[in-house]
Protein backbone atom coordinates (compact mmCIF):
# COMPACT_ATOMS: atom_id res chain seq x y z
CA UNK A 1 0.00 0.00 0.00
CA UNK A 2 2.90 1.88 -0.16
CA UNK A 3 5.90 3.81 -2.28
CA UNK A 4 8.77 5.56 -1.31
CA UNK A 5 12.53 6.68 -1.22
CA UNK A 6 15.13 7.56 0.87
CA UNK A 7 18.64 9.59 0.00
CA UNK A 8 21.57 11.32 0.89
CA UNK A 9 23.08 14.15 -1.28
CA UNK A 10 26.34 15.34 -1.97
CA UNK A 11 25.83 18.00 0.69
CA UNK A 12 25.14 15.73 3.56
CA UNK A 13 21.26 16.33 3.57
CA UNK A 14 19.33 12.86 4.43
CA UNK A 15 15.84 12.27 3.48
CA UNK A 16 12.50 10.70 2.55
CA UNK A 17 9.82 10.87 0.46
CA UNK A 18 6.64 8.62 0.60
CA UNK A 19 3.10 7.78 -0.72
CA UNK A 20 0.14 5.36 0.39
CA UNK A 21 -3.18 5.02 -0.24
CA UNK A 22 -3.57 4.97 3.58
CA UNK A 23 -3.53 7.96 5.59
CA UNK A 24 -0.77 9.96 7.13
CA UNK A 25 1.38 7.73 5.61
CA UNK A 26 4.57 9.96 6.26
CA UNK A 27 3.63 10.15 10.61
CA UNK A 28 3.80 6.04 11.10
CA UNK A 29 6.76 5.46 8.09
CA UNK A 30 9.75 7.97 8.12
CA UNK A 31 12.42 7.93 10.22
CA UNK A 32 15.34 10.68 9.91
CA UNK A 33 17.95 11.59 12.15
CA UNK A 34 20.64 14.09 11.44
CA UNK A 35 24.25 13.29 10.94
CA UNK A 36 22.82 9.30 11.39
CA UNK A 37 20.55 8.47 8.34
CA UNK A 38 17.21 7.73 7.09
CA UNK A 39 14.19 4.69 7.58
CA UNK A 40 11.74 4.03 5.80
CA UNK A 41 9.27 1.33 7.66
CA UNK A 42 6.65 -0.17 5.48
CA UNK A 43 4.00 -2.46 4.75
CA UNK A 44 1.92 -3.89 7.79
CA UNK A 45 3.99 -1.10 9.49
CA UNK A 46 5.78 -1.30 12.76
CA UNK A 47 7.05 2.14 13.29
CA UNK A 48 9.47 0.91 16.30
CA UNK A 49 11.67 -0.59 13.54
CA UNK A 50 12.53 3.03 12.01
CA UNK A 51 13.94 3.94 15.79
CA UNK A 52 15.53 0.59 16.13
CA UNK A 53 17.67 0.99 12.96
CA UNK A 54 18.38 4.48 13.39
CA UNK A 55 19.91 3.50 17.03
CA UNK A 56 22.30 0.72 15.11
CA UNK A 57 23.46 3.37 12.44
CA UNK A 58 24.09 5.88 15.23
CA UNK A 59 26.41 3.13 17.56
CA UNK A 60 28.25 3.79 13.96
CA UNK A 61 27.23 0.19 12.27
CA UNK A 62 26.76 0.94 8.11
CA UNK A 63 23.41 0.74 6.70
CA UNK A 64 23.72 -3.15 5.58
CA UNK A 65 25.23 -4.10 8.42
CA UNK A 66 22.21 -2.10 10.58
CA UNK A 67 19.60 -3.67 8.59
CA UNK A 68 20.38 -6.99 8.75
CA UNK A 69 20.95 -6.63 12.44
CA UNK A 70 17.17 -5.63 12.64
CA UNK A 71 15.64 -8.01 10.46
CA UNK A 72 17.42 -10.88 12.38
CA UNK A 73 16.21 -9.68 15.46
CA UNK A 74 12.78 -8.32 15.12
CA UNK A 75 9.43 -10.40 15.00
CA UNK A 76 7.65 -10.51 12.04
CA UNK A 77 9.73 -9.39 9.73
CA UNK A 78 8.82 -11.46 7.02
CA UNK A 79 5.58 -8.68 6.72
CA UNK A 80 7.89 -5.56 6.37
CA UNK A 81 9.27 -3.54 4.09
CA UNK A 82 12.43 -1.29 5.50
CA UNK A 83 14.68 1.18 2.99
CA UNK A 84 18.27 2.32 4.86
CA UNK A 85 20.10 5.25 3.92
CA UNK A 86 23.14 5.90 6.10
CA UNK A 87 24.83 9.54 6.66
CA UNK A 88 27.69 7.82 4.56
CA UNK A 89 25.58 7.52 1.56
CA UNK A 90 25.43 3.55 2.02
CA UNK A 91 22.51 1.70 1.76
CA UNK A 92 19.96 -0.98 2.64
CA UNK A 93 16.53 -2.39 1.81
CA UNK A 94 14.41 -5.66 2.74
CA UNK A 95 11.44 -6.69 1.70
CA UNK A 96 9.61 -9.50 3.79
CA UNK A 97 8.05 -12.59 2.11
CA UNK A 98 4.55 -11.74 3.10
CA UNK A 99 4.88 -8.12 1.76
CA UNK A 100 1.54 -7.56 0.09
CA UNK A 101 0.72 -7.22 -3.27
CA UNK A 102 3.55 -6.97 -5.81
CA UNK A 103 6.50 -5.95 -3.78
CA UNK A 104 10.42 -5.01 -4.49
CA UNK A 105 13.13 -2.36 -4.08
CA UNK A 106 16.22 -1.40 -5.63
CA UNK A 107 19.31 0.68 -4.62
CA UNK A 108 21.25 3.16 -6.32
CA UNK A 109 24.15 5.61 -5.96
CA UNK A 110 23.05 6.83 -2.30
CA UNK A 111 19.19 6.05 -2.27
CA UNK A 112 17.00 3.41 -1.78
CA UNK A 113 13.57 2.91 -2.90
CA UNK A 114 10.83 0.24 -2.77
CA UNK A 115 7.14 -0.96 -2.66
CA UNK A 116 4.29 -2.60 -2.42
CA UNK A 117 1.04 -3.28 -3.91
CA UNK A 118 2.65 -1.52 -7.18
CA UNK A 119 1.41 -1.43 -10.44
CA UNK A 120 4.45 -2.67 -11.80
CA UNK A 121 7.32 -4.08 -10.49
CA UNK A 122 10.36 -1.57 -12.10
CA UNK A 123 8.53 1.25 -10.20
CA UNK A 124 11.41 1.15 -6.98
CA UNK A 125 13.77 0.95 -9.79
CA UNK A 126 12.16 4.48 -12.05
CA UNK A 127 12.79 5.93 -8.76
CA UNK A 128 16.13 4.91 -8.13
CA UNK A 129 16.58 6.32 -11.77
CA UNK A 130 14.66 9.23 -11.82
CA UNK A 131 16.26 10.50 -8.98
CA UNK A 132 19.88 10.08 -10.43
CA UNK A 133 19.56 12.53 -13.05
CA UNK A 134 17.51 15.07 -10.87
CA UNK A 135 19.23 17.92 -10.43
CA UNK A 136 18.39 20.42 -7.31
CA UNK A 137 17.97 20.76 -3.74
CA UNK A 138 17.31 16.70 -2.51
CA UNK A 139 13.83 17.79 -1.93
CA UNK A 140 13.33 18.63 -5.74
CA UNK A 141 15.19 15.29 -6.31
CA UNK A 142 12.80 13.63 -4.33
CA UNK A 143 10.04 14.44 -5.28
CA UNK A 144 11.17 13.55 -8.86
CA UNK A 145 11.57 10.38 -7.53
CA UNK A 146 7.86 10.32 -6.45
CA UNK A 147 6.57 11.74 -9.82
CA UNK A 148 8.10 9.09 -11.82
CA UNK A 149 6.04 6.31 -9.90
CA UNK A 150 3.09 8.23 -9.76
CA UNK A 151 3.63 8.69 -13.93
CA UNK A 152 4.34 4.71 -13.87
CA UNK A 153 1.45 3.49 -12.40
CA UNK A 154 2.21 4.21 -8.59
CA UNK A 155 0.22 2.07 -6.52
CA UNK A 156 -1.95 -0.57 -7.30
CA UNK A 157 -5.02 1.74 -6.49
CA UNK A 158 -6.20 5.24 -5.63
CA UNK A 159 -3.41 6.83 -3.57
CA UNK A 160 -4.14 9.39 -0.43
CA UNK A 161 -1.62 10.62 1.44
CA UNK A 162 2.56 11.91 0.83
CA UNK A 163 4.80 13.21 2.76
CA UNK A 164 9.09 14.75 2.23
CA UNK A 165 11.36 15.54 5.02
CA UNK A 166 14.87 16.27 5.02
CA UNK A 167 17.45 16.83 7.46
CA UNK A 168 20.73 19.12 6.76
CA UNK A 169 22.47 20.21 9.27
CA UNK A 170 20.25 21.72 11.75
CA UNK A 171 19.34 19.20 13.90
CA UNK A 172 16.03 19.21 13.01
CA UNK A 173 14.02 18.57 9.51
CA UNK A 174 14.39 21.51 7.32
CA UNK A 175 11.65 20.41 5.56
CA UNK A 176 8.49 18.30 6.66
CA UNK A 177 5.60 18.82 4.51
CA UNK A 178 2.79 16.16 4.62
CA UNK A 179 -0.62 15.69 2.40
CA UNK A 180 -2.14 13.34 4.98
CA UNK A 181 -5.47 12.84 3.31
CA UNK A 182 -6.89 14.13 -0.38
CA UNK A 183 -8.86 12.54 -2.64
CA UNK A 184 -6.65 14.17 -5.48
CA UNK A 185 -3.39 13.34 -6.72
CA UNK A 186 -1.29 13.47 -3.38
CA UNK A 187 2.34 13.89 -5.11
CA UNK A 188 1.19 16.21 -6.90
CA UNK A 189 -0.19 17.84 -3.69
CA UNK A 190 3.13 17.60 -2.38
CA UNK A 191 5.01 19.46 -4.73
CA UNK A 192 2.64 22.77 -4.77
CA UNK A 193 3.42 22.18 -1.00
CA UNK A 194 7.22 22.21 -1.63
CA UNK A 195 6.86 24.92 -4.11
CA UNK A 196 5.83 27.24 -1.46
CA UNK A 197 8.31 26.05 0.72
CA UNK A 198 11.40 25.76 -0.60
CA UNK A 199 12.16 29.76 -0.74
CA UNK A 200 11.43 30.05 2.76
CA UNK A 201 13.08 27.21 3.70
CA UNK A 202 16.78 28.60 4.68
CA UNK A 203 14.97 31.61 6.54
CA UNK A 204 13.01 29.57 8.90
CA UNK A 205 16.85 28.14 9.81
CA UNK A 206 17.88 31.34 10.46
CA UNK A 207 15.23 32.35 12.54
CA UNK A 208 16.10 29.14 14.75
CA UNK A 209 19.65 29.28 14.43
CA UNK A 210 20.74 33.43 14.48
CA UNK A 211 17.06 35.53 14.92
CA UNK A 212 18.90 38.91 15.14
CA UNK A 213 19.87 38.22 11.34
CA UNK A 214 16.36 36.54 10.52
CA UNK A 215 14.54 38.50 7.50
CA UNK A 216 11.14 39.69 8.23
CA UNK A 217 8.84 37.84 8.80
CA UNK A 218 6.29 39.48 6.84
CA UNK A 219 3.63 40.35 9.24
CA UNK A 220 2.40 43.55 10.43
CA UNK A 221 4.46 45.08 12.87
CA UNK A 222 7.21 43.57 11.22
CA UNK A 223 8.29 45.10 8.29
Known sequence: MT???VARDASGAIGSAICSSSPAVAARCVHLADGVGGVNSQNVTDPRLGPAVLDRLRAGMPAGDALRAETDAAPDVEFRQLLVIDARGGTGA??????????????GDGTA???NMLASADIPQLMVEAFAVATGDLEVRLLSAMTAAMAAGGEAGPVHSAG????????WRVTDLRVDWTDGDPVAEL???LDRWLPQRDAYVTRALAPAAAPSYGVPGDE
Do not use: T
Not at 94 to 107: I, N, T
Not at 164 to 171: D, I, P, T
Open 3 to 5: FSI
Open 94 to 107: YSGARALGLFGHAV
Open 113 to 115: AGG
Open 164 to 171: LSVVREAG
Open 191 to 193: GGL
